[in-house]
């Protein structure tokens, strides 16, 4: 059986027509990340005298640290309470798209609060909600192997136009990209040398990811990226996981809708339970991310989810059979979990 998950291979994609180039009639800019998107929003915030925004106690540190650094005030939530705070960013995961986060962004501009949606996990995904935004910030690098995302603002942009680029950066990430589709592809190179520098490039980008534009080249790959199988396969796959999986374990989600392309299909485990089943699906050439380990840089509020979720691989790299060893594999490490 072949390795499932870990970073994107080079060519992890079909290339055709992208639908989801726009995700809504607004002012857009690429940029090289979506943390450096994010950081611009938090610049047009303080612009706006905006000095307070509002987070998802479920969400990732790298989503934290740009207002962190940019200085604002930072308030973490949970429904039903509306937040305080001027600004407030809302997000679907996974995915998946809730009629929940379309409420809470309905409920937040009768209060006259800014709205930022994070449609990094529904960028392949129309959703009514990119209409009631005031910015939405979609980073496509979890999707394929391309390194940029888009912001787009409503009213426009204040901040001067990035115009640096991150070329060590990219230059790393895509060495590492071509090691591993040859090891993959051929069985030759050495592992451990694209491992780590897939490390060293997570590690410049966090260190630095402020004012950056995307390159031309990763914009294109983008741009060029064919939406609809894309979507196929991932519907498809986490189809698979969905139906084989529903009644063994705690899935937040079971239905796919019509808009939905799932990122990873959820599943919510015991903390040392998930612990040990994600080792031994590491060991059986599977990895499969948690999301989301808590950062102690930066501000945080503890979730369930932040202890108990694990990520199955869905993705447009592997087959319908393949995905189904991976649901059999999941249920035999379970089923001796059990006895």
């Known amino acids: 059986m072949i390795e499932i998950g870990s970073e994107f291979m080079m060519n992890s994609y079909q290339t055709g027509i992208n639908q989801y180039k726009l995700l809504v009639n607004f002012p857009k800019r690429y940029v090289l990340s979506g943390r450096t998107g994010l950081y611009l929003v938090a610049e047009e915030l303080l612009l706006r005298s905006i000095s307070s925004i509002a987070l998802p106690a479920y969400c990732c540190g790298s989503m934290v640290a740009p207002f962190y650094h940019a200085g604002l005030e930072i308030e973490f939530y949970n429904e039903p309470v509306i937040p305080r705070a001027e600004a407030i960013l809302i997000m679907d995961y996974f995915g998946f798209i809730s009629d929940h986060s379309l409420s809470l962004a309905e409920k937040c501009r009768l209060k006259g609060k800014t709205i930022i949606v994070d449609a990094t996990q529904t960028a392949f995904s129309r959703s009514e909600i990119y209409n009631k935004a005031d910015f939405i910030v979609a980073s496509y690098r979890k999707w394929f192997d391309c390194l940029c995302a888009a912001v787009y603002s409503k009213h426009g942009f204040s901040v001067k136009e990035y115009n640096k680029e991150a070329v060590k950066y990219i230059e790393v990430w895509r060495e590492a990209a071509r090691q591993k589709r040859k090891y993959v592809t051929t069985g030759k190179g050495n592992k451990q040398s694209f491992l ?144």
Request: charge should be negative; aromatic fraction near 10%.
């Open 196 to 339: 780590n520098l897939y490390s060293k490039a997570n590690e410049m980008l966090a260190k630095d990811y402020m004012g950056y534009s995307a390159t031309q080249s990763e914009v294109e790959c983008f741009e060029k990226v064919d939406s609809d199988f894309l979507r196929m396969k991932r519907r498809e796959n986490a189809f698979i996981l969905i139906n084989a999986l529903s009644e063994r374990v705690n899935l937040p989600y079971t239905v796919i809708r019509k808009e939905d392309c799932p990122l990873h299909v959820p599943v919510l485990l015991p903390e040392d339970e998930r612990l040990r089943i994600r080792k031994k699906l590491i060991e059986n050439g599977i990895y499969c991310p948690c999301h989301w380990p808590i950062d102690e840089e930066y501000p945080y509020e503890k979730t369930s989810y932040h202890a108990e979720e694990l990520s199955l691989i869905c993705d447009q790299r592997y087959t319908k059979e393949i995905i189904a060893e991976e649901a059999k594999k999941i249920i035999d490490i379970i089923e001796i979990e059990e006895r």
